[in-house]
T-cell receptor, first 111, second 114 residues
Framework: EDQVTQSPEALRLQEGESSSLNCSYTVSGLRGLFWYRQDPGKGPEFLFTLYSAGEEKEKERLKATLTKKESFLHITAPKPEDSATYLCAVQGETSGSRLTFGEGTQLTVNP | NAGVTQTPKFQVLKTGQSMTLQCAQDMNHEYMSWYRQDPGMGLRLIHYSVGAGITDQGEVPNGYNVSRSTTEDFPLRLLSAAPSQTSVYFC?????????????FGPGTRLTVT
């Protein structure tokens, strides 16, 4: 059974204070790892897909990296508008098309 | 493209009532799914479908029913609502061809069962 654990549960940063969010996963053959952003009262919004260890993807102040056991979402010089819940999900070889989600990290960036 | 749409946005039901949450997508995606999101429990898969006429159970299917008669629509039926079904429900879709692809979510339906 695929499992995803995200840490920390909540993170408070000052504007400009860089940090990282962690997504640890257990899967039988990773087909894809996905990062989403969710704003209050809205559906998750897709950010990145990573397919294999060593892969990195960037978008504005966000950079996602992947190892064989975990993924990091690095946030460089965050702004208050980066405040949201960030979700990680995996698709494994034995799970068909289904995704397994972690519980998310709630990020708050104070001005 | 409208993407994934859901109706209604809010709903209050009494225990024992039934209702259908609507979901539609206009991206010609083969895969559609329903999740519920509860505080501290993340997104949990209720039912999913890999194409018209094909559905399967997810992690928490009890009390819910689905059907997929067209590629575009994937309604979720609550057969006899219970307070434990109070939650936020999200519909999502993704394409299957070409390997793992991103999943697009609808805006959600906030359901309260009293």
């Amino acid at each position: 059974e695929d499992q995803v654990t995200q840490s920390p549960e909540a993170l408070r940063l000052q504007e400009g204070e860089s940090s990282s969010l962690n997504c640890s996963y257990t899967v039988s053959g990773l087909r894809g790892l996905f990062w989403y952003r969710q704003d209050p009262g809205k559906g998750p919004e897709f950010l990145f897909t990573l397919y294999s260890a060593g892969e990195e993807k960037e978008k504005e102040r966000l950079k996602a990296t992947l190892t064989k056991k975990e993924s990091f979402l690095h946030i460089t010089a965050p702004k208050p508008e980066d405040s949201a819940t960030y979700l990680c999900a995996v698709q494994g070889e034995t799970s068909g098309s289904r995704l397994t989600f972690g519980e998310g990290t709630q990020l708050t960036v104070n001005p | 493209n409208a993407g994934v749409t859901q109706t209604p946005k809010f709903q209050v039901l009494k225990t024992g009532q039934s209702m259908t949450l609507q979901c539609a997508q206009d991206m010609n995606h083969e895969y559609m799914s329903w999740y519920r999101q509860d505080p501290g429990m993340g997104l949990r898969l209720i039912h999913y479908s890999v194409g018209a006429g094909i559905t399967d159970q997810g992690e928490v299917p009890n009390g819910y029913n689905v059907s997929r008669s067209t590629t575009e629509d994937f309604p979720l039926r609550l057969l006899s609502a219970a307070p434990s079904q109070t939650s936020v429900y999200f519909c999502a879709s993704r394409k299957l061809a070409g390997g793992p692809s991103e999943q697009y979510f609808g805006p959600g339906t906030r359901l309260t069962v009293t």
